[in-house]
T-cell receptor
């Protein structure tokens, strides 16, 4: 069964460093998303991406964040200068259409020291 | 502002003891309501989508229903492997899913 994959599973970085989180969405899906979940809190939407551009973003997704689809299979989230409060699980998701269910990857645990 | 509230926060059941989880929502223009299961340290696993009031979906021991203000996830004769956090999410006018805080379910043998 097709699934969303994410790498790495765990990333540890120093405050102020740049990190890139990688995702391979389900191959025939057209919509891609990033969410995050701070420990003990709810899952929060960051950004959606369709047709090679951002279709929606939340207030959390400020200038420190960017997304890219560098090729036909990968979807990345870059955090330019990490802060302690960026420590969270980051989930990538994809869907076939905008009203279809979103399928989530296993997540990348980001720890900022 | 769109709001999603799940209750109870935590629920402990004996194996075989049926119960229901609640998700109440206030959104302007519901496009879809989604139920997910999340195991510790894992990503949300899709269970159901409901689009309109009166709709019901079933899968094994789980049944989801939807009204104009809330959704219920009914668990019939649960087993220990049903232990997880169950998340409700709503989609309004855009692309984003707005999640509730979840109900943590523990089923004991």
């Amino acid at each position: 069964e097709p699934e969303v994959t994410q790498t790495p599973s765990h990333q540890v970085t120093q405050m102020g460093q740049e990190v890139i989180l990688r995702c391979v969405p389900i191959s025939n899906h057209l919509y891609f998303y990033w969410y995050r979940q701070i420990l003990g809190q709810k899952v929060e939407f960051l950004v959606s991406f369709y047709n090679n551009e951002i279709s929606e973003k939340s207030e959390i997704f400020d200038d420190q964040f960017s997304v890219e689809r560098p090729d036909g299979s990968n979807f990345t989230l870059k955090i330019r200068s990490t802060k302690l409060e960026d420590s969270a699980m980051y989930f990538c998701a994809s869907s076939l259409g905008v009203l279809n269910e979103q399928f989530f990857g296993p997540g990348t645990r980001l720890t900022v020291l | 502002e769109d709001q999603v509230t799940q209750s109870p926060e935590a629920l402990r059941l004996q194996e075989g003891e049926s119960s229901s989880l609640n998700c109440s929502y206030t959104v302007s223009g519901l496009r879809g309501l989604f139920w997910y299961r999340q195991d510790p340290g894992k990503g949300p696993e899709f269970l159901f989508t409901l689009y309109s009031a009166g709709e019901e979906k079933e899968k094994e021991r789980l049944k989801a229903t939807l009204t104009k203000k809330e959704s219920f996830l009914h668990i019939t004769a649960p087993k220990p492997e049903d232990s997880a956090t169950y998340l409700c999410a709503v989609q309004a006018s855009g692309y984003a899913l707005n999640f509730g805080k979840g109900t943590s379910l523990l089923v004991t043998p």
